[in-house]
C-alpha cells in the first residue's frame, strides 16, 4: 500500500487553478465550493444511489411498505421479518435470543447458526414496535444497497479525492450482482455490507496519518464486532483476508513502508481481540452448539464471471442456454467483460504503483478461494483444487466459498474509482468511455425486485381474528405454499401463538418449513396419518391454519384425515382437539376419489 494524495479535494479536476479572489464569483463557481467538502459530497452521493434505487428497482416495494411481497416463494424475507419481530419480544421478554422456543416448539430451535441480523434488529427496534416487522423489513432491504454503495464511496473518495469517479465506484460495490441477488432474496445480512468499506476507509485514514492510532483500534474493533453479531461468515472471510491482505501488502511495500505494515497489523491485532471479546457472548454460545453441515455446492462456477442471470440474456440464445448451467448460487459472482477488462487494464496501465500491485493480487487471491474445494465451469465439475482439504476444516466446512465475492467486489470498486480517477496525462474521455460500459453492464444485470400483487399476511392475522379463534400460547401449524408464512404470521401477531415448524436454515431444516409429520401427509398412506396422528399428541399441536388461498388441495387431505375447519376470511382453522376426531384410514380410503 502507499500513501496517496492529490491536489484536488472536491468536484473540481485535479489540477483546477483557483479562482482570483479579485475576480467576480459566478454563481456556478460559488455552487462549487459550496460542494467541496467531503461530508456534503458524501450525502450528495447517498441520495443519488437512493434516488436511483428508489426509483427503478425497489419502485414497487417502498410503495406497498406495508405488504409482505418480496419474493414470497422463497422462506428468505418472511424469515428476517421475524427476526426483527424476534429480538426486541426477546429483550423485552429476557429471553435468550439465541434460542427461539417459538417456532420449531414444543422444542424450539437454536438461532447460534443462523443469522437473525442482530445489528440490524436491534437498531430498527423502534421502527418495528411503530410501524410492524413488514414495514421494518421493507424500508431496510430497500435502503441496504444505496448505504452499502455510500460507503464504498467514502473509501474510494478517501483514495482518489474525486468525486465522480468515486460515485462509480462505489455503485460497481453497492449494486453489484451480489448485492442485488441477496437484496432480491431479502437477506438482511448479505445486503448490509457497508461495514467492509468502512473498515478500509479506516484503514486509508490511520494509513494517510487523518486518525491517531487509538482512535483507529476504537472504531475498527466496533466495526468488526458489529460485522460479527450481523454474520459471522462473513466476519471469518473478513478474518481470513485481512491476514493475506497483510501479507501481499508487506510483500510490496517498500522497505520503509514495511515497518509501518507491520505497526498497521499490530493495530488491526488489537482491534481484533477487542472485537472478540464484544462478541464473546455470541462466540461462546455458538462454539458450545452443533454446527449444522451444507450439502449444495456453494463455490463460485468460474464462468458465471462473465455469465449474467439467465433473466438478463436479451434474448440471446446461446448465451441464455450458458447463463442457465451455471450453478444458481454463482449469479452472485458475475463481474461482467467490461469491468474484468477495466480490471486487467488497469494493471497493465499501473503495475508501477504498489496500491495497485496489491489490489490486483488480492483480487486474484479471492477469485481463487471462492471457487472453493472444487472447479465448476457451467455447472460441470471439472477439476477437484489442491486446496479443497481446507474446506472441510471446522466452520470453514460451513461456509459458502462464493459469498467471498463481497470482497472482490470491494476490490473492483477501488480499482473503478483510480481507474476514472488516472493520471491527469491520460485523456478522460478514454478512461470514461469504459467506465460507462462498466456501469451499463452493471445495470443491465440489476433486475427490478421480484414484488407479489398483494400481502401474504391474511385479514385473520392482521385484523387480530386469531384472538378470537386461538389462545394464548397455543401451538400451531400453518400451512400455505408462501415461505415461511407461519413466521410471518407469527412476527405480525407479536408471538401471541407458538409454531410447530418453521424454516431457518436450509442446514437445519430441510425441504420445507411444515414438521416432517405433516410433509408427510401430502403423500398421504396409513402409516404417514399414523404418524400425524402421533406427532398433533405427542407435540400438543392446538390448531392447523391452513392458507386456503394458497393451498385448497389441503381442504381435501385434512377433510379424509377428519379434520373439521372453520373459514375466517382466507384462513381455514382446524382445532384438532387432540386428533381425537382423526380417523385411521385404509390404503383403500386414501385411494378413493
Request: aromatic letters at 10%.
Amino acid at each position: 500500500m502507499t500513501m496517496i494524495s492529490h491536489p484536488d479535494d472536491g468536484l473540481a479536476p485535479a489540477g483546477a487553478q483557483l479562482a482570483d479572489p479579485g475576480r467576480p464569483v459566478s454563481s456556478w463557481t460559488s455552487l462549487r465550493g459550496r460542494l467541496r467538502p467531503p461530508a456534503v459530497q458524501g450525502l450528495l452521493a447517498l441520495a443519488l444511489y437512493l434516488l436511483v434505487w428508489l426509483s427503478t428497482s425497489a419502485r414497487t416495494q417502498i410503495l406497498q411498505l406495508s405488504w409482505a411481497d418480496l419474493d414470497q416463494k422463497s422462506m428468505d424475507p418472511n424469515f428476517y421479518v421475524w427476526g426483527l419481530r424476534w429480538w426486541p419480544y426477546a429483550i423485552a421478554h429476557g429471553l435468550n435470543p439465541l434460542y427461539a422456543h417459538v417456532i420449531g416448539a414444543p422444542a424450539g430451535y437454536s438461532l447460534a447458526w443462523v443469522t437473525t441480523a442482530p445489528p440490524v434488529a436491534v437498531l430498527a427496534i423502534p421502527l418495528t414496535l411503530i410501524a410492524g416487522p413488514v414495514v421494518a423489513f421493507n424500508l431496510l432491504s430497500a435502503v441496504a444497497l444505496p448505504l452499502s454503495g455510500w460507503a464504498a464511496f467514502l473509501l474510494c473518495r478517501r483514495l482518489t479525492g474525486q468525486f465522480w469517479s468515486s460515485l462509480a465506484g462505489g455503485a460497481v460495490f453497492g449494486f453489484s450482482a451480489y448485492e442485488v441477488n441477496h437484496a432480491a432474496a431479502g437477506q438482511l445480512n448479505l445486503t448490509y455490507s457497508l461495514l467492509l468499506p468502512l473498515l478500509g476507509y479506516l484503514v486509508v485514514a490511520w494509513w494517510q496519518q487523518r486518525i491517531r492510532a487509538r482512535t483507529f483500534v476504537v472504531v475498527a474493533a466496533i466495526t468488526m464486532a458489529v460485522q460479527f453479531y450481523l454474520f459471522l461468515e462473513t466476519f471469518a472471510d473478513l478474518t481470513a483476508l485481512l491476514i493475506v491482505g497483510l501479507l501481499i501488502g508487506f510483500a510490496f511495500a517498500g522497505q520503509p513502508a514495511r515497518q509501518v505494515v507491520v505497526r498497521l497489523a499490530k493495530l488491526l491485532g488489537a482491534a481484533y481481540g477487542v472485537a472478540i471479546v464484544i462478541a464473546l457472548p455470541y462466540l461462546a454460545y455458538a462454539l458450545a452448539s452443533k454446527t449444522p453441515k451444507l450439502s449444495a455446492v456453494t463455490g463460485l462456477d468460474l464462468a458465471s464471471l462473465v455469465l449474467p442471470r439467465p433473466q438478463r440474456t436479451f434474448g440471446v440464445h446461446w448465451l441464455a442456454h450458458a447463463a442457465n448451467l451455471q450453478i444458481r448460487t454463482s449469479e452472485a459472482g458475475y463481474v461482467g467483460v467490461p469491468l474484468l477488462v477495466l480490471a486487467i487494464l488497469l494493471a497493465v496501465t499501473g503495475w508501477h504503483s504498489r496500491l495497485i500491485r496489491f489490489l490486483t493480487c488480492t483480487l486474484a487471491f479471492i477469485i481463487v478461494a471462492a471457487l472453493g474445494p472444487v472447479l465448476y465451469v457451467a455447472g460441470s465439475a471439472v477439476a477437484r483444487l489442491p486446496w479443497a482439504s481446507l474446506w472441510h476444516l471446522p466452520i470453514v466446512r460451513n461456509a459458502y466459498p462464493s459469498r467471498l465475492m463481497v470482497f472482490a467486489y470491494l476490490v473492483l470498486a477501488v480499482a473503478t474509482a483510480l481507474w476514472l480517477a488516472g493520471p491527469a496525462k491520460q485523456v478522460p474521455w478514454t478512461r470514461w468511455a469504459l467506465g460507462v460500459l462498466v456501469l451499463a453492464s452493471v445495470a443491465l444485470d440489476t433486475p427490478t425486485l421480484s414484488v407479489g400483487p398483494h400481502t401474504n399476511v391474511p385479514a385473520f392475522i392482521s385484523s387480530g381474528a386469531y384472538r378470537h379463534s386461538l389462545s394464548s400460547n397455543e401451538i400451531v401449524v400453518v400451512v400455505s405454499e408462501v415461505g415461511n408464512a407461519g413466521m410471518l404470521w407469527q412476527a405480525q401477531s407479536g408471538f401471541y401463538m407458538r409454531l410447530a415448524g418453521g424454516f431457518i436454515n436450509q442446514a437445519i431444516t430441510r425441504h420445507s418449513d411444515l414438521p416432517p409429520a405433516v410433509q408427510r401427509l401430502a403423500g398421504a398412506t396409513p402409516a404417514n396419518v399414523a404418524a400425524f396422528e402421533k406427532f398433533v399428541r405427542t407435540d400438543h399441536i392446538g390448531a392447523i391454519l391452513l392458507d386456503a388461498r394458497h393451498e385448497p388441495s389441503w381442504v381435501k387431505i385434512f377433510r379424509e384425515v377428519g379434520l373439521t375447519g372453520q373459514r375466517i376470511g382466507n384462513v381455514i382453522v382446524y382445532s384438532t382437539h387432540g386428533c381425537r376426531s382423526c380417523i385411521a384410514l385404509t390404503a383403500q380410503q386414501l385411494r378413493a376419489p
